[in-house]
């Protein structure tokens, strides 16, 4: 039966929809069976008969890591087995369709995709009575975490609230039978949505400009503050993002990015405008800097502008590393960092020093990347989280920006939050059938001190990637130094170093290289004084231990 709160799902078709591909997976498969029958799509993986009976298959309500049992039960509860594949067949299928629907990116200039190869965060959970809806295909930012225990997502016209387990669901903000104003006679497509657990506030925008306000902590029926942002019949508001205004005491502050060409300020504790900056086209995402001083934009250019965060006036436009309309873009908490995505599958990172040319750039592997969030301050090992629009969130390392992790799955994304002390990340899964919202969780903990602080070796990887670049620097000695080794072992006479102040040595080189990399966006020694850093020291050593199910 379907949950109260989801009522309105079958009249919550989205408003603008990508007529052009649909990815739900029940519909894949049935066409993928159909397809791999004909000659002209021989070398499609089969698939068994079971694969038209898909959507009539049970989900159970939650899923956790437990409960994974290879191809006979995925991370989103599909058997695989019984239609006669395997989930690496099922991929190879999916991102084949993809290219032939000509929804696959073009990749643009010289930039190529990262290595997958690395585990930053593991798989924790999956509720399958969850679903976020899609008002526009593009505009990907409808789930917002401010703890593990309180997770906003947008339906069309509502935002519920639940929480890791899904064991308790409400809804905070109802927009679908209210009527604010005369001039308002539309649905309230919630197209865009933002949470700061630092000011207790949820702010979503409308498909007609309009917005709507609550504070987290209001109580159940009270009516959220509305209003208008433009009556501009091109009013979509593409994005919003909070962020604490230089002035007037920190006053937090919402940017609505707008498909008039405008980017405006609202000043939530009175729900005014306080500014208005015009550009030349769309504006779909911006970011503020940490300190609130300067904002990137994106939009329906392929130059990111870097503007004046009070006036908005235009400092820089960035190159054409784009090749198309961007959607994503984020600024990092050390406030140097800048990543932009566009439509033509390319992210851009940029060092807020220098901004004739980016650091790097490089692909998305699937679809084009619709939302950029790097992690927070005080949440472990810096990554860049990049959601594509169908089937893949890249976490990408934020330090080399060379590595990354590729977590996959089947379905839509309609966004994706960090919790406040990034210690796991939600995916919202928009699939009408295996959809839902899933947690992954960070892997590792404490590596930082537990390497500098304790004085003990360093976490494996990065402990391999070290001595690594060691042998890199020995060259042709490496053979040599091995065999010195052996016969140290062995308790043979020689001329060498002993081994233990060998190793002694080489733990120090080992301990200097692993302080010179940057695990963090700030000092550890400035970590207790940072307001933004949510866990305690031993909170962050601890942290992937499992430690939060113990139940004393």
């Known amino acids: 039966m379907t949950p109260s709160y989801l009522d309105d799902v079958a009249a919550n078709t989205p408003s603008i929809d990508d007529y052009s591909f649909k990815p739900d997976i029940c519909r894949f498969v049935e066409h993928w069976r159909v397809l791999s029958q004909l000659k002209e799509y021989r070398s499609l993986p089969k698939v068994g008969p079971e694969a038209s009976r898909l959507r009539h298959s049970q989900r159970p309500r939650s899923i956790t890591r437990d409960d994974l049992r290879g191809n006979s039960h995925d991370l989103q509860g599909i058997n695989w087995e019984k239609l006669e594949t395997t989930r690496e067949q099922a991929r190879n299928a999916r991102s084949g369709l993809y290219r032939l629907t000509g ?9 190529s995709q990262l290595q997958g190869t690395e585990r930053y965060v593991d798989f924790r959970r999956m509720n399958t009575n969850h679903h976020a809806l899609i008002a526009h295909f593009q505009l990907r930012n409808l789930i917002s975490a401010t703890s593990r225990q309180d997770i906003y997502y947008a339906g069309r016209s509502r935002i519920m609230r639940t929480d890791s387990l899904g064991q308790s ?56 503050t509305q209003g208008f942002i433009t009556h501009n019949a091109n009013g979509i508001t593409n994005h919003v993002h909070i962020f604490p205004a230089r002035t007037a005491g920190s006053v937090p502050t919402a940017a609505f990015s707008s498909n008039d060409c405008r980017l405006r300020l609202l000043d939530c504790n009175t729900a005014t405008l306080t500014a208005t900056h015009e550009y030349e086209e769309a504006i779909n995402c911006a970011a503020t800097a940490p300190d609130a001083r300067l904002r990137v934009l994106v939009g329906d250019f392929e130059e ?109 994304i309609a966004g994706v939050s960090w919790v406040p002390d990034g210690s796991s990340f939600f995916v919202a899964n928009a699939d009408a059938k295996f959809g839902g919202i899933m947690e992954f969780e960070r892997s590792g903990w404490g590596e930082a001190e537990q390497f500098s602080m304790a004085g003990s070796s360093s976490p494996p990887t990065l402990h391999h990637e070290l001595r690594q670049g060691q042998g890199q620097v020995q060259g042709q000695s490496g053979a040599s130094a091995k065999v010195g080794g052996g016969a140290c072992r062995r308790g043979r006479s020689s001329k060498a170093m002993p081994l233990r102040s060998h190793q002694k040595m080489e733990k120090s080189r ?16 400035r970590m207790e004084g940072e307001t933004r850093v949510r866990l305690t020291e031993t909170q962050r050593r601890r942290r992937g231990m499992g430690l ?3 139940l004393v």
């Open 548 to 550: 939060g199910e113990l």
């Open 169 to 224: 669901t409400n809804c905070v903000m109802d927009l679908a039978r209210t009527s604010f104003s005369p001039l308002h006679s539309a649905t309230f497509d919630i197209t865009s949505m933002a949470t700061s657990a630092a000011d207790n506030l949820l702010i979503a925008g409308g498909f007609h400009g309009e917005f709507a306000l609550t504070s987290l902590s209001a109580t159940h029926g009270t009516k959220p």
């Open 510 to 525: 080992d301990r200097e290289r692993y302080r010179a990399v940057p695990l963090e966006w700030i000092e550890e020694h």
């Open 103 to 111: 929804q696959s990116f073009v990749h643009g200039g010289t930039a």
């Open 304 to 412: 990111g502008l870097i503007t004046d965060a009070d006036s908005g006036a235009i400092l820089q436009r960035l190159p054409r590393v784009h090749g198309d309309h961007a959607f994503a873009c984020d600024w990092a908490d050390d406030g140097i960092h800048v990543a932009t995505g566009a439509q033509d599958s390319t992210i851009a990172i940029w060092d807020a020093r220098n901004w004739s040319q980016p650091l790097t750039s490089f692909t998305s592997s699937m679809a084009c990347p619709r939302s950029l969030h790097f992690s927070p301050v005080g949440g472990g090992r810096r990554v860049l989280l990049a959601a594509e629009a169908d089937d893949v969130v890249n976490v990408i390392d934020a330090v080399s920006f060379q590595k990354s992790q590729k977590v996959d799955f089947f379905g839509p």
